[in-house]
């Protein structure tokens, strides 16, 4: 197919309280009406029904915050990265803040297909002790498996956890809990996600405040390596 | 718990919002929003829409308000909408009273709280978001509370909600907003009673305090008259009006949701001289006041740049009538018929006229159907509502949309019109199918016509505020005559439930013996009564019967011109002598030519004679105050 974009910039960005329970697809267009905003030359899907060419690197679940997230966005003419952050900064709303921005080979394969897990800071309200909360994450890890389902549509599947969840880590007291990190895998078929494994936990409904730190790219590494977000010199793998 | 600050706000939402649906419509931070520093700012107004976000943030009053305060560096204004049902029983759960978006301080601590009454439909969740808010329901049990304002059509017949608001803004509230809260504030930090503020702000126009005013009722039940118990209130409360219309709002609040509008709006032209007897919008919003095509096209412009919205609409209650309109569509289509912003133009007349437009702003798209409203089925009924176009021409002009690609024509009706025959009835499925044929001569089974039905709702201020609802039983065997005839491939037609229709009636038709009903209803379980699936008949039904009050007693039941009107000290500025004749001239099937050709001294003229004369002669679609037409004008006034 002819298209006709000569840039693919990839935006590094951290959103806030403020946006944490806007949907995906909603996210997608209130960046759509900030570029435009910004009067960049976003660059469209040919054919019957346009769509802007972005491409984000994973959907941020309803409800979490994120410190980096990532989205390749495809322009019709280039632009020089600091133009184009400070024309986006002043065009995003208040609760999504670009942090960096780098043009990369437009041949990369797509963002999406590179995710290979995440950082994750997750706080919840217990009145557990330090040691009971430890318990807990300790109980977890030493499970041999942990299956979860999922709905996908009118389908059920069924997935184990168990190999999802890295460094999973008691990080302390909070204002109104506890606090844990971990490193969840994203496999095809099966994306681990904190609130998964908060309900494996026995925190099915508690509030929480759930933090996606950094998305893991290119063939995830155990905890040490992490591709920074796609900021990069070395272009990933092709698939 | 008590929560009071926007801080215990923000972590109850945190317990919450994962659980409802559409959490973003309770989260603010929206691009364009306004947050401005809550302990510099002098004078606080929350706005408040009563029913959901979704809705209230699609109405073009409540941004025009938003932006009034806002440009004030003494003062600010915030958003609240009514929650949805689920958020609601959340929010009770919690304990969480309603709150301001973009600080999330809680209703209470506002000095105004602005309501926008834009229909009868919203008198329940007034009740429900008082109660959310924390206030007393009661504006007389109000101490030291925010002023409870109301403001936007509903207001034109204030009666039945007289017990919930302090006071009632009637007209256009640009300037108005400004000029009360600033009042009222600067009253209540002099330590004036609530009394005495309330006194300051029933002298200021289009202010209607109701607690100033009494009903008095003759032995049969009719209204005798309702008089000032104050020597300060007026006797009449007029309307107030900008004779310019301000500059437009460009800067409007992005929403991260689907909205029901997803899109900026320019109003092109306030009011209409078309006349039409049934419509209340037609009369309350004279004169007609024109925005310059240059001022439109750059707000269009700006509006883009400000909000990166892929629609931008151009609103009038008759597009056609913009004096400019071919010139403006054409300039649009050139300066944006590249890019991906559309332009919408509802409120076009059936004329092929119109299909020129459409086309010129859609380009090669076919974006949605064509939309008409004749109304009425036959040329005499439409003679009688003031709409005059014969059918002839509307077929004509069918054949046009069909044939330029458009697939879809929608057409709306009334039944219920005065003097209307079960002919006239008939004629709507003959009409419809003789759309259909046109559509498939033109385009084939593609083509497809959608026919929507209401009744006739007899609204105050209107030609038509003494005519009465139809019978249930007669619009029950005309809607079922309707869905027998209008059975057919590519023929979609739907219509409105006759006992929503009968509510509408009676609440805008009301007097304040409503009132109590509209509260009982409430406690019953009514809310969201616009909402079609929310609405509880067997809750109204209850509390009329509680009260002892018959329903038709107020819809149906037909007034004579003799008879004293709820809404009778409220003037909208055009003369109840004008709308008898109107009305009778309406059942006489004469019709009445558009008033920019001729005045027919409605009364805008002689009313707002300092405002006219404060504008160019081409500002108001009336004539000028000058030479033989002033005469005219005066002479018949």
Redesign the interface.
């Known amino acids: 197919m002819n298209e006709t974009y000569v840039q693919r910039m990839r935006v590094t960005f951290r959103t806030e309280d403020t946006v944490k329970y806007v949907g995906h697809l909603d996210m997608f267009r209130a960046w759509e009406r900030a570029i435009r905003r910004a009067r960049l030359p976003l660059a469209y899907t040919q054919g019957f029904n346009p769509q802007p060419r972005m491409q984000f690197a994973a959907a941020l679940p309803v409800g979490f915050t994120g410190e980096g997230e990532v989205v390749d966005i495809f322009l019709n003419d280039a632009v020089a990265p600091e133009e184009l952050l400070d024309r986006l900064s002043a065009a995003l709303p208040p609760g999504i803040r670009p942090l960096a921005a780098a043009p990369v080979p437009r041949e990369w394969p797509s963002l999406q297909s590179q995710v290979r897990g995440a950082d994750y800071r997750v706080e919840v309200e217990t009145v557990d002790g330090d040691d009971a909360f430890a318990a807990r994450l300790g109980a977890f890890q030493e499970r041999p498996e942990a299956w979860r389902s999922r709905r996908k549509g009118k389908e059920v599947a069924r997935y184990d956890l168990r190999p999802l969840v890295h460094d999973l880590r008691h990080t302390g007291r909070t204002a109104f809990g506890h606090a844990f990190q971990v490193i969840m895998r994203a496999e095809p078929g099966a994306t681990g996600r904190p609130d998964e494994l908060l309900a494996e936990l026995g925190f099915e409904a508690a509030p929480r405040r759930v933090i996606r730190l950094a998305l893991h790219f290119g063939d995830a590494p155990e905890g040490s390596g992490v591709t920074p977000a796609g900021l990069s010199d070395n272009p990933p793998p092709a698939d | 718990m008590i929560l009071h600050n926007p801080v215990a706000i923000?972590r109850a939402l945190?317990?919450i919002?994962?659980?409802v649906q559409k959490?973003?419509r309770?989260?603010?931070?929206?691009?364009n929003s306004i947050v401005k520093d809550w302990d510099a700012t002098a004078v606080k107004v929350a706005l408040v829409f009563p029913d959901v976000y979704d809705l209230g943030m699609s109405n073009l009053g409540l941004a025009i308000l938003y932006d009034a305060v806002n440009s004030k560096a003494d003062m600010l204004a915030e958003r609240a909408f009514l929650p949805w049902v689920d958020m609601l029983e959340a929010m009770k759960r919690e304990e969480l009273p309603l709150f301001s978006l973009e600080t999330r301080h809680p209703l209470k601590q506002f000095d105004v709280i602005g309501v926008s009454l834009a229909y009868e439909q919203l008198y329940t969740n007034v009740l429900e978001l008082l109660e959310l808010a924390g206030l007393p329901l009661l504006a007389a049990e109000r101490e030291h509370e925010p002023l409870v304002l109301a403001g936007g059509s509903a207001c034109l017949n204030p009666e039945p909600m007289h017990a919930y608001f302090d006071a009632f803004f009637i007209g256009e509230g640009e300037d108005a907003i400004t000029e009360i809260s600033r009042t009222w504030a600067g009253a209540r930090r002099q330590g004036l009673s609530r009394m005495a503020a309330l006194a300051a702000l029933s002298k200021l126009e289009g202010v209607y305090v109701p607690a100033f005013y009494d009903a008095v009722y003759r032995p049969d039940g009719t209204l005798d008259r309702t008089q000032p118990n104050r020597s300060e209130a007026r006797s009449v409360v007029t309307k107030r009006i900008v004779p310019v219309l301000p500059p437009p709002v460009t800067r409007f609040i992005?929403p991260?949701?689907?909205i029901v509008h997803n899109r900026a709006a320019i109003e092109i032209q306030r009011g209409c001289t078309r006349g039409c007897r049934f419509c209340q919008a037609g009369m309350i919003f004279r004169p007609v006041r024109e925005r310059p095509v240059a001022e439109v096209l750059e707000a269009v412009e700006a509006m883009?740049?400000?909000?990166?919205?892929?629609e931008v609409s151009f609103l009038s209650l008759s597009s056609s009538d913009y004096t400019r309109i071919g010139e403006l569509v054409g300039e649009v289509a050139a300066r944006h018929g590249g890019d991906?912003l559309s332009i919408g133009l509802p409120s076009l007349r059936i004329e092929s006229f119109s299909v020129d437009l459409l086309e010129k702003l859609e380009g090669g798209r076919r974006r949605s159907g064509f939309t008409f409203a004749p109304e009425a089925a036959t040329d005499r009924l439409r003679e009688v509502i003031n709409k005059p176009i014969a059918t002839e021409a509307l077929l004509e002009t069918a054949r046009e949309v069909y044939r330029r690609g458009w697939p879809t024509i929608k057409l709306y009706f009334m039944i219920g019109h005065p003097t209307q025959t079960l002919e006239d009835v008939q004629a709507i499925a003959d009409l419809a199918h003789a759309v259909r044929r046109v559509g498939f001569e033109e385009l084939g089974r593609k083509s497809s016509v959608r026919v929507g039905v209401s009744t006739l709702v007899p609204k105050p201020h209107t030609p038509f505020q003494w005519a009465s609802l139809a019978d249930e039983s007669t619009i029950r065997d005309q809607i079922a005559l309707l869905e027998r005839q209008l059975r057919a491939p590519g023929l979609f037609f739907s219509w409105n439930n006759p006992r929503e229709t009968l509510l509408e009636t009676v609440l805008s038709r009301g007097d304040r013996r409503l009132a109590p009903v509209i509260l009982r209803a409430w406690r019953l379980g009514a809310r969201f009564d616009g909402w079609g699936d929310q609405f509880n008949e067997a809750a109204w039904r209850q509390a009329f019967d509680e009260h002892g009050i018959d329903p038709d007693w107020y819809a149906r039941r037909p007034r004579d011109f003799e008879e004293t009107l709820p809404w009778d000290h409220i003037s909208v500025g055009v003369k109840r002598r004008y709308l008898e004749e109107e009305y009778r001239r309406a059942l006489r099937g004469e019709v009445t030519a558009d008033c920019r050709e001729h005045c027919y001294a409605c009364g805008i003229l002689t009313e707002f004679r300092e405002e006219r004369r404060s504008v160019a002669d081409d500002g108001w679609g009336c004539p000028p105050l000058s030479g033989a037409k002033r005469r005219s004008a005066g002479g018949a006034a």
Do not use: Q
Not at chain 2, 304 to 310: D, S
């Open positions: 923000s945190d317990r919002l994962p659980f959490p973003a309770y989260t603010g931070g929206e691009f992005v991260f949701i689907d883009v740049g400000e909000t990166g919205f892929e991906k």
